[in-house]
C-alpha cells in the first residue's frame, strides 16, 4: 500500500472507534501493519505504524484483551526510533504491566522511562512516569507516595495543555483520595477529570462518572451515586464495551443491596467479579470481592463471604497489596463476629489497624474501630474505640462544604450508630 491508502485506512480506523465499530476498527488496525515493513525507513509509514500500534493496544485494552494490548506496546516499543519514542513506549509498557499486576517489571519499566526523560530533558516523558509509578503505587496501596507522584505529573501536563493525560491524572488522583477517605478532593478531582473527559471521549466520561459516583457512595448518598452510574452504563453500553463495564456494575450492585433491592443488586456484583476474572481486570476482582463479601454478610450468607473474603486476602498477600490486606482481614473479621468467634475477629481487626493505618485509608478505620469497640468486653476500651472512629468521622466530613452531603454522611446508620456512642 502506498502513503495515501495506510492514511486513509487510518482515517477508517479513527472513524471506526468514533462510531464504537471496535472490531472494524481493530480490522483496520491490523491491516495497516500486516501490510507495512517494522524495518521501514519512510518516516511517515512509521508514524501511521507508530500511530495504528498505540491505538491498537487502546482499544484492545478497552475490549479487555490485556495480552495483545501488552504485545502492541512490546512491538511499539521495539519500533521507536527516537529517545522520545521510546520514553513513550516504555510507559505504556509500565502502565499495561502495572494492570496485570506485574508490579516490578512496570516499576523497572518506568525507571528506564524516567531515566530517559531527564537525559532528554523531555517534560512529557517526566510526567507520564510520575503517573505510571503512581499508578502501581496507588495498586499495592501505598497512597501517600502514590499522591506525591500524582500531583507533580499534573503540575507538568498542565504545563503543557495535554488534555488527555489531564483527565488520566485527574482521575488518578481522585482514586487515591477517595482510598484516602478525602472524599471532599475526590469529589474535586472527579469534576475535573470529568471536564477533561467530556472534551475526549464516551469511555473517558463514562470512568471519571463512574468514579465520581463512588465517592457519592462513600458518603452514603446513594442516589446521587446511582445516578452517575446509570449515567455511566447507558455510555458505555452504546459503546458497547463490556470490560469497561465492570466497575460501574459493581458500584450499582452496592448501591441498589443499599436500596433495598438486593436481588439485583447482587447480581450485578457476581457479573462484575466473572467479567473482572474473564478479562483479567485484577484490581477491579480485588474490589469486587471486597464489595461483594460485605453485601453477603448483610444478607446473612456468611459462608459465601467467607469465600470471598479468603479469595481477596490470598491474592493481597500474595502481591504484596496492603492496602488490599485490610479490606480483607475486615471481612474476615465480620464472617468471624458472625459465627461467634469474637476472639478471632479482634486479632484480626487489630492486624487489619495496623495496615489501615500504614495506607491511610481513612474510610476503613472508623469502621474497623467501631467494629472492635461493639465486641470488646472492656467498657473503658470500647469508649476509647468509638471515640476514634468519631473523630476519623470528622477528619471525613468536616472538610465538606455541602451541608445536604454533610448531613447525609452523618445521618447515615451506620455513622449515626458511632456518633450516638460518644454522646
Known amino acids: 500500500m502506498n502513503r495515501t491508502e495506510l492514511t486513509q485506512l487510518l482515517a477508517e480506523a479513527k472513524e471506526a472507534r468514533r462510531n464504537f465499530d471496535y472490531f472494524r476498527a481493530v480490522a483496520l488496525y491490523s491491516a495497516i501493519l500486516d501490510s507495512t515493513d517494522p524495518e521501514t525507513t519512510d518516516t511517515a509509514v512509521k508514524v501511521i505504524r507508530q500511530n495504528a500500534l498505540r491505538e491498537a493496544g487502546l482499544v484492545q485494552r478497552w475490549l479487555g484483551n490485556q495480552d495483545v494490548t501488552l504485545a502492541c506496546y512490546e512491538q511499539l516499543q521495539q519500533e521507536a526510533d527516537s529517545g522520545q519514542e521510546q520514553v513513550v513506549a516504555l510507559t505504556m509498557l509500565g502502565m499495561q504491566y502495572g ?169 450485578y456484583l457476581e457479573d462484575a467479579l466473572f467479567t473482572s476474572r474473564m478479562y483479567s481486570e485484577q484490581d477491579l476482582e480485588l474490589q469486587t470481592l471486597y464489595s461483594l463479601a460485605l453485601v453477603e454478610l448483610d444478607m446473612g450468607q456468611t459462608d459465601k463471604a467467607y469465600k470471598h473474603a479468603l479469595a481477596l486476602q490470598e491474592t493481597a498477600r500474595t502481591n504484596q497489596m496492603r492496602g488490599y490486606q485490610a479490606q480483607a482481614l475486615h471481612v474476615v473479621g465480620l464472617c468471624h463476629k458472625a459465627a461467634g468467634e469474637r476472639v478471632e475477629a479482634e486479632q484480626v481487626w487489630q492486624q487489619a489497624l495496623f495496615l489501615a493505618h500504614e495506607t491511610g485509608q481513612q474510610s476503613l478505620l472508623w469502621r474497623l474501630h467501631a467494629a472492635l469497640a461493639a465486641i470488646s468486653d472492656n467498657p473503658a476500651l470500647a469508649v476509647t474505640h468509638n471515640q476514634i472512629a468519631a473523630e476519623v468521622i470528622e477528619q471525613i466530613v468536616y472538610p465538606i462544604e455541602d451541608e445536604s452531603l454533610r448531613q447525609t454522611f452523618l445521618n447515615a446508620p451506620p455513622v449515626t450508630a458511632v456518633l450516638q456512642q460518644t454522646k
Not at 471536564?195 to 465520581?212: D, E, H, P
Not at 453500553?237 to 459493581?250: G, S, T
Open 99 to 267: 494492570r496485570m499486576g506485574e508490579y516490578e517489571k512496570a516499576l523497572d519499566l518506568h525507571q528506564q522511562a524516567r531515566n530517559l526523560s531527564d537525559t532528554l530533558n523531555f517534560t512529557k516523558g517526566r510526567a507520564l512516569t510520575y503517573q505510571g509509578v503512581g499508578a502501581v503505587l496507588t495498586f499495592q496501596g501505598r497512597y501517600d507516595e502514590a499522591l506525591s507522584r500524582f500531583q507533580k505529573a499534573r503540575s507538568l501536563f498542565d504545563q503543557i495543555g495535554d488534555i488527555e493525560e489531564l483527565f488520566s491524572t485527574w482521575n488518578w488522583l481522585g482514586i487515591v483520595q477517595a482510598r484516602q477517605g478525602k472524599l471532599d478532593k475526590a469529589i474535586a478531582s472527579f469534576e475535573n477529570a470529568l471536564y477533561f473527559a467530556r472534551q475526549i471521549g464516551v469511555v473517558q466520561s463514562a470512568i471519571a462518572l463512574g468514579n465520581l459516583g463512588e465517592a457519592y457512595q462513600q458518603l452514603f448518598d446513594m442516589e446521587q451515586a446511582l445516578t452517575y452510574h446509570e449515567e455511566a452504563l447507558a455510555l458505555l453500553k452504546k459503546a458497547e464495551l463490556p470490560p469497561q463495564e465492570i466497575d460501574v456494575r459493581r458500584n450499582m450492585g452496592i448501591e441498589l443491596c443499599y436500596l433495598g433491592q438486593a436481588e439485583k443488586g447482587i447480581a
